[in-house]
Structure formats: structure tokens, C-alpha cells
């Protein structure tokens, strides 16, 4: 089917990737929320609007909010709406992303860090189309449906009680798993060709003169913790040094930072090997609770460096959730 105009394509001949074309091309013309979860950068936001311009509703609104990008008062009328005098500020009246959805969809981005009160607001949204706006008592009612996207693991931070149950329900009518990058190898020498070809042609230079085998190996060894966005990155990067001549590209550079005069991390490194315990009844008091936080923190920091400060993949490292993660770091001032 034709791309709906200004919506870039999406690139991908890969079993897994097809099967998930597929999954969508099923669930769009369905008037059921649909769940999108895949790590950053896989091309969740893409898929969210093929959804939209596959379904019957392609020619209604089609609205993304980033539940991460603001403060929980400011989401909820964002979401919702405020009558004026509703707040400080809410000198109008204003309508709320569901509103402006309707008829439509509404993509609900990261949507794992709305609060529960939002979250509670939300399911009655979804499964009655009904909610009032902030400062209002009158009952609205809506006809958008809902694409919820997140890179965490909401069944997981619904365990944890940090996610409703009854909203995860709802919105796992069913749900699209992105797979990364590096499960679907295949896709990676396509997507650096188009992004190649595209960006060889923005800076109006001839045609795109191709990676050398060393090139296109590099490409596929890295594991791509940044997925598509990371790997349009990386080659328009190498695009744009490579003298603008036909030979063809064989320099790949995948970290921007590199360079022998990197100012050292702030993070003191932690001893090369631990060091051994005394024997207990030669040892002075301890204070257990400090040890252990000290070691807490030790392992944090060199799961963080062994994965390149991938937090995502640090979390797995140590078997945490990435909320958990993240929460240890603040505890222990990790950045
Ligand atoms: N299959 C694909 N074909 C072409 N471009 C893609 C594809 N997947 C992703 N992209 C591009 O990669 C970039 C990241 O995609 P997108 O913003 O949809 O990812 P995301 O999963 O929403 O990431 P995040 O979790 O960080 O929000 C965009 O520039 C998008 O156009
Ligand atoms: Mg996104």
C-alpha cells in the first residue's frame, strides 16, 4: 500500500520483521487498543502510524503524547483537557489530546510513566470513551482508539505495583513486539543502504557510492543497542566523512565520543580484583548495610560500563528491570 505522504517508509525484508508487518496489516482496521513495546529506537513510533493510516480511521486525527516528557498535572490536562480557572495559568479552556483524537488514534508514548491517577483516568477513557475534563464535572465522551507504547516491561511494572493491572489488560487486546536490530541481522545492510542513499542525496552529492565488505561486516558485528536510530546515525555519520568521491565507504565510526582525549569519567574504577575477606573472627565491627551498599553501587557501575552505559542492557546484566535499575542508580548517585 502506498505510504500516506511525509510518513517515512519502513524498511524491512527480515523474517521477523515481515511477520510483524503482518501482525500489524491484522490488528489495524480493529477498533481495539493495540500495545507496541520494543526497545528505543526499533521504529515503534513508525509502526504507531502505520496502524493509524492502515485503519479505518486513516483519515481522522492522529495524536502522540509522550506520558514521559511531562509533570503528572500537566499530563492529565494535556490528556484530558482543563476548563479555564481549572489551575493557576488555565486562563482558557482547552481540549485535551483524547478529544483530538476523536475519531481517530491516539498513540499514548511511554506510556509506563504516567502516574496511577492518569492511569486510572486513562482505562476509563479506553474502555468507556468517558472522562471529564480537568476542572470540569461534566462528562465527555470520546471515540479514539489507543496505541500504548513503551520499551519496558509492563507486565513486569505491573508486578512491581507500578503499573494497573486492569490498564495493562485493556491494552493487551494485542501486542506488537518490535524486534531489535541485531535479531534480525538482514535488515541492517538495507536500512544502511537506504539511509546511505538518502543522506548522499541531501548533502547533493552523486550517487551513493556503497560500503567496502569490511564496512558491511563492522555493520553486521555491532549489536546495536540503539537499533535504527543508532544505525541512521552511524552511517550517515560515515557518509558525510567519506571525501565525496566513488570509492566506496569503508571507515565506520560507531561512537561519536571516541577520541584519546576523552576526559576521564568522574566515576572512581572500581579495585581489578576484589579483595579477599578476612577470616570473621579476625575481623573489626562492620557495618553490613554500608558493605553491601558499596558493592551495590560497584556492580551498577561496571555493569553500566560493560554495556556501554546501556541502561536497558545493564538492567538484564544484573537481572533487574530497567525501573529497578534506575532506581538503584539514583539511590547510590549514579549517573
Ligand atoms: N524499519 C524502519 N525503516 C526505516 N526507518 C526506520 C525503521 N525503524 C525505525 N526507523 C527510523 O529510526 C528512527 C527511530 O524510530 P522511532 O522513533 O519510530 O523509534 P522508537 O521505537 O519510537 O524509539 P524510542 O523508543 O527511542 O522512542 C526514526 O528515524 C525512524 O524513522
Ligand atoms: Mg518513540
Not at 476523536?102 to 474502555?127: F, V, W, Y
Not at 577520541?259 to 553490613?288: G, N, Q, Y
Amino acid at each position: 500500500m502506498a505510504e500516506p505522504q511525509d510518513l517515512p517508509p519502513l524498511i524491512g525484508e527480515s523474517p521477523l520483521f515481515l511477520d510483524l508487518m503482518e501482525r500489524v496489516s491484522r490488528a489495524a482496521p480493529l477498533d481495539r487498543p493495540v500495545l507496541l513495546i520494543g526497545e528505543r529506537g526499533t521504529g515503534k513510533e513508525l509502526i504507531g502510524a502505520r496502524l493509524h493510516f492502515l485503519s479505518r480511521r486513516w483519515e481522522g486525527p492522529f495524536v502522540r503524547v509522550n506520558c514521559a516528557a511531562l509533570a503528572e498535572s500537566l499530563l492529565e490536562s494535556e490528556l484530558f483537557g482543563h476548563e479555564a480557572g481549572a489551575f493557576t495559568g488555565a486562563v482558557r479552556r482547552r481540549l485535551g489530546r483524547f478529544e483530538l483524537a476523536d475519531a481517530g488514534t491516539l498513540l499514548l508514548d511511554e506510556i509506563a510513566n504516567a502516574s496511577p491517577q492518569t492511569q486510572e483516568k486513562m482505562l476509563r477513557a479506553i474502555e468507556y470513551g468517558a472522562f471529564e475534563r480537568v476542572g470540569g464535572n461534566e462528562t465527555r465522551h470520546v471515540d479514539a482508539r489507543v496505541i500504548g507504547v513503551t520499551n519496558v516491561d509492563l507486565p513486569a511494572e505491573a508486578e512491581a505495583g507500578r503499573f494497573r493491572h486492569d490498564l495493562l489488560d485493556r491494552l493487551a487486546f494485542d501486542v506488537l513486539t518490535v524486534p531489535p536490530l541485531r535479531a534480525r541481522p538482514g535488515d541492517i545492510p538495507l536500512l544502511a543502504t537506504h539511509f546511505g542513499a538518502a543522506f548522499t542525496g541531501e548533502l547533493g552529492r552523486g550517487a551513493f557510492p556503497g560500503f567496502t565488505g569490511r564496512a558491511r561486516d563492522a555493520l553486521l558485528d555491532h549489536d546495536w543497542p540503539g537499533n535504527v536510530r543508532e544505525l541512521r546515525n552511524v552511517v550517515e555519520r560515515a557518509v558525510y566523512r567519506h571525501p565525496p568521491d566513488e570509492s566506496l565507504i569503508d571507515a565506520i565510526s560507531f561512537d561519536p565520543f571516541a577520541s584519546p582525549f576523552r576526559p576521564p569519567t568522574a566515576i572512581p574504577k572500581p579495585p581489578k580484583e576484589p579483595t579477599p575477606s578476612p577470616p570473621l573472627d579476625a575481623m573489626a565491627p562492620v557495618d553490613l548495610g554500608a558493605a553491601m551498599a558499596e558493592t551495590e553501587k560497584r556492580l551498577i557501575e561496571q555493569a553500566l560500563r560493560a554495556n556501554r552505559h546501556n541502561q536497558k542492557a545493564a538492567a538484564r546484566h544484573l537481572g533487574l528491570t530497567y525501573h529497578q535499575l534506575r532506581g538503584r542508580m539514583r539511590k547510590h548517585a549514579v549517573t
